[in-house]
């Protein structure tokens, strides 16, 4: 009758467990400009972008528009104090990974206001930016480090948890006998 009940319990449990769900993850970036005259005239700039779900090992794309799992769900940065969004794209938006580590982005956008022209382009992690209405511009380099680290899922605390009951349990009568 215990083997019955402990086996309706666990039973339960796993019949309770919410599905698995992506874990978005964030990007701080970080534009650095080469200075001087190859640089240009704006220092760089910052911003961020998230993913809806963690990059995997190997290669990995991410886009805007997406596939989910393979989807940039937010993209915004400043620099030369204009700030660019997803909204402000003027073609495909997109992220390469390698080993979880940014490889390439690529943006392309202008302001919606419709004053500036603005044009951001990256190839690997290099960025080009050029503010035709105001002359801005700044060449230089993108850094990107993860902003929020996942937390484990709650379904799988509770998988673990189970199993660990589990094996108390049956420790437990092992001694016993």
Do not use: C
């Not at 449990?13 to 005239?41: E, Q």
């Not at 911003?47 to 993209?75: A, E, H, K, M, Y």
């Not at 993860?146 to 379904?155: D, F, G, M, R, Y």
């Amino acid at each position: 009758m215990r083997k019955i009940l402990s086996a309706l319990v666990l039973i339960l449990g796993l019949a309770v467990v919410p599905a698995a769900h992506a874990s978005p993850i964030t990007y701080n970036l970080t534009l650095t400009s080469f200075g001087g005259l190859i640089g240009g005239n704006v220092a760089g700039g910052t911003g961020s972008i998230t993913l809806d779900d963690t990059p995997g090992s190997g290669f990995d794309f991410f886009s805007q528009p997406g596939v989910s799992g393979n989807r940039i769900t937010s993209l915004s940065f400043n620099i030369g104090g204009d700030i660019f969004t997803l909204a402000d794209t003027t073609s495909l938006t997109w992220a390469t990974f390698f080993n979880g580590a940014l490889a390439g982005l690529h943006y392309d956008g202008s302001l919606t206001s419709g004053k500036v022209d603005n044009d951001f382009d990256t190839i690997s992690l290099f960025y080009a930016y050029n503010d035709d209405l105001t002359n801005k511009n700044s060449v230089g380099t993108i850094s990107a480090n993860v902003a929020s680290a996942t937390a484990p899922e709650p379904s799988a605390l509770l998988l673990f948890g189970s199993g660990a009951l589990g094996l108390v349990g049956f420790a437990s009568r092992k001694f016993a006998a």
